[in-house]
């Protein structure tokens, strides 16, 4: 299976009153980052056969743009495996139950899907060979591709949203070179 784990896009600031916080919606900025990851992996062609969302609106949101501007017609799903206050295990459990799949896209939040995804790539010392966490920087809208076989987890890549905005960027620029005409 190919886990891609998304940390949700930008949601402006973090309300004080968790009732609101969990209805606190994406920003102008948070839909612009979903547009641009979705085209960059529409470029890569990137389709996911799952996708699964953290109940909060934020994180539903980001999960539906791209899954809608990726192509993917099925419902997406929402699991408290992704909430804020779930555990690694939680995570673990929902990961066993989608093993089927091929492309899975799981949208979450900081810090567990941050710890999530550096406990599924621990990491061996020579001192301490049991793996500790790995640690790693999500920022919000930053994706990360693992490759998980046979109980192994590999990152293949890592996109920061800034290097995803320079991505697109770089892909919408028309390609019929200038020509002056003085």
Do not use: W
Not at 43 to 63: C, G, M
């Amino acid at each position: 299976m190919t886990l891609f784990i998304l940390r949700h896009a930008s949601a402006g600031t973090r309300r004080s009153n968790p009732l609101l916080d969990v209805k606190r919606p994406l920003d102008k900025d948070g839909k612009a980052q979903c547009l641009q990851l979705a085209h960059v992996l529409n470029a890569l062609k990137v389709n996911f056969d799952l996708v699964i969302s953290s109940p909060l609106k934020r994180s539903l949101q980001t999960a539906q743009l791209i899954a809608t501007e990726t192509g993917y017609e099925q419902e997406v799903l929402i699991s408290a495996a992704l909430a804020p206050a779930a555990t690694f295990a939680q995570f673990q459990h929902l990961l066993r139950d989608c093993s089927s799949a091929e492309n899975v896209l799981v949208v979450g939040h900081n810090p567990n899907i941050t710890q999530f995804l550096g406990q599924l790539l621990g990491v061996c010392t020579l001192d301490d060979p049991e793996p500790a966490p790995a640690r790693i920087r999500l920022r919000k809208g930053s994706l990360a591709r693992i490759n998980l076989q046979r109980n192994t987890a590999v990152l293949q890549s890592l996109l920061d949203p800034r290097v995803i905005r320079a991505l697109y960027t770089t892909s919408t620029k028309s390609s019929r070179s200038r020509t002056s005409r003085k």
